[in-house]
């Protein structure tokens, strides 16, 4: 089957340039802190949500585009965060993200936050997502975008 | 006309028992503060939703059921705010709301933004927004509903 | 010891007076919703802290005051969330709190997040905390406020 | 004066070399749009301060350090935009920031909210500060610092 070759040739092609993990950067917004001075709880949630779509982005695939496309989100179940060492005003962030694991109904992701400047693991954590369709009903992701979604771990 | 009558009816209930100002109450969160130790000036914009929704409400229209059933969308065009005295970390505020005009096709809100403990004026702010359907295109509110956004002045 | 005597005497009436599970009421904002038509899922964390800050007010601590009075903070150092059914714009939000454990160095509080109209569960979650002193060093909760935290259980 | 001298020197290389609008790029987060599917009106708020620190940053302040090193915090008193053009997720947007005017105790921004595909301005906005001192009281840049914070216009 023609596609399935291509998926195949492109999965190749991926696995041997894409690293497992990505990295991607940001800096800390005045509005992320607190009056404690340091970024607010919640909002390392919102960094892990950049994490994973610029980690499907760098993978080839706009999250945005299969929303729209296909009519499909990540939804997710499962949340949780470790605090280890508070992230500060403008400090900048590398949100490290991989795929823990995955099949077509569920994704996994596993995040590290780290301060760039002193380079400090700051937050270990986790996001569990099942596929919904446009009537919030379980789905599947369609079996040409599942290579995107590889986990790290072999 | 049936239908004018009943809102005409209903336009003269609602002058006799509805006061022309609403006013709401909320608690400063945690999450809105930032590192200066006082609320962040952007949050204030989603205080004024709180009120408009309420005025909107506490007149007999549920702002939800609008976008929901009629599929129309008020779409902010234009916000201001003048930031007198900072709000701080649980402070009751009081944000009052009034219509300061409106047309078929827009709304202008007025805003005032004040601590309770002590009564002091924290904020003053305006918005104005215009109607759009589901397409994002300029629409119209349908007359049974305008009564409901009568100007304060007047 | 007379303030313990004290602190032992305000235990037996608070014991009796107060229900060892707080609840507390919000309104879902739509500055809480995102693009799926529901509630982003880190806003949870933020209602969390919500319930944790009420649950203390209701015996008779202000949060506020202690970090004010005493230096204190109370620190997250985990965060969890299960998600099983979305909030929406407009909906009523329950929010039960309760301390799940505590000694005079952590907390640990858990929540459920429930729709009032229909009444549904819609997320799990648990925060832990420790007590940090102004230097973000750990610290101790001083004896005369720890009976505020008694755990539910027991 | 020596330091007046070292300024002026400064400010002559700056002139020279530093564009008089700065630019900044961010793209839409998932936790900045709404039900709408646009992103929330009060998030323009939060890009702003990003345009405004970067612009800062470009020319040599860091603003963290003035706020720990001179105790000085830039207050804003007035903030107002206009929304032209709904910003959608995922979109790369650019801020465009510069000094529309400033003395020793205020400053004010003007700013430009574009989206970069397809080229479109979306929204123009401006805010006003004062400096504050650590006991909130109105202060005064230092005149080292002046310079920094030259308009855009002549």
């Known amino acids: 089957m023609a596609a399935g070759r291509n998926v195949l040739a492109l999965d190749v092609i991926w696995s041997l340039n894409q690293p497992l993990t990505h990295e991607t950067h940001i800096r800390v917004r005045y509005a992320e802190t607190d009056q404690m001075g340091i970024v607010y709880y919640a909002n390392y949630f919102v960094w892990m949500e950049i994490g994973r779509v610029e980690l499907v982005r760098s993978r080839g695939l706009n999250y945005k585009e299969l929303e729209n496309a296909e009519g499909l989100f990540l939804s997710v179940v499962d949340a949780k965060c470790r605090y280890l060492f508070p992230a500060r005003y403008d400090q900048e962030i590398l949100i490290r993200t991989q795929v823990h694991s995955a099949n077509p109904r569920m994704v996994e992701f596993a995040y590290e936050i780290r301060s760039v400047n002193p380079d400090r693991l700051l937050a270990q ?20 975008y599942q290579y995107l979604l590889r986990p790290a771990s072999v």
């Open 125 to 144: 954590a986790s996001t569990k997502h099942v596929w919904l369709n446009r009537e919030m009903r379980p789905s599947r992701l369609p079996s040409q």
